[in-house]
T-cell receptor, first 119, second 110 residues
């Protein structure tokens, strides 16, 4: 059973960067597509981008282009989301999600990481 | 990309059926049979309920069903139960390896 375990809560100042990790259990990490989705307090889910854990190719939502970087470390079975130039409206829970047994849908989710941006 | 449009809230009594709509465009919902639905209870991560418009993952109740017509997808919950009270989000593939979520619908069991 694949599990995604995310890093802990973060508090950052405006203008700083935050980096969230997502570690996958099991030994087939390179076959996964790892996506990142965020949810501001009381707001909807918002797709941010994804990485092909095998070849490292990425795709980002136009909204976050230029501020977001998704990377992975195959030796650690871990994907990372880095968001820069943080603003108060970036305060949100950040989820990693993967497509494990289904096509183009997210059937495995991490527990979420709360990132708070405050001066 | 703009978010897919869902009703803010839908309610029903136990045992009834409810339907949640998800309206997109010809660039997303209308072009691909790759609509998925997620259930989210407060403080929890989303859970996949439907994928590829109408397929159910293993373990999801057959009370949940999905369909699509044109640019609008729908999720129907039959035999509504108290445990179905949650937020529901649709999501569609939008081409060029991108995805878009819906605005979300709060389901209330009366």
């Amino acid at each position: 059973q694949v599990q995604l375990v995310q890093s802990g809560a973060e508090v950052k100042k405006p203008g700083a960067s935050v980096k969230v990790s997502c570690k996958a259990s099991g030994n087939t990490f390179s076959s996964y597509a790892i996506h990142w989705v965020r949810q501001a307090p009381g707001q909807r889910l918002e797709w941010m981008g994804w990485i092909n854990a095998g070849n490292g190719n990425t795709k980002y939502s136009q909204k976050f282009q230029g501020r977001v970087t998704i990377t992975r470390d195959t030796s650690a079975s871990t994907a990372y989301l880095e968001l820069s130039s943080l603003r108060s409206d970036d305060t949100a829970v950040y989820y990693c999600a993967a497509m494990i047994a289904v096509v183009e849908a997210f059937d495995m989710w991490g527990q979420g990481t709360m990132a708070t941006v405050s001066s | 990309q703009s978010a897919l449009t869902q009703p803010a809230s839908v309610s029903g009594s136990p045992g009834q059926s409810i339907t949640i709509s998800c309206t997109g465009t010809s660039n997303d919902v209308g072009s691909y049979n790759l609509v998925s639905w997620y259930q989210q209870h407060p403080g929890k991560a989303p859970k996949l309920m439907i994928y590829e418009v109408s397929k159910r993952p293993s373990g999801v109740s057959n009370r949940f069903s999905g369909s699509k017509s044109g640019n609008t997808a729908s999720l129907t919950i039959s035999g509504l139960q108290a445990e179905d009270e949650a937020d529901y989000y649709c999501c569609s593939y939008a081409g060029s390896n991108t995805f878009v979520f819906g605005t979300g619908t709060k389901v209330t069991v009366l």
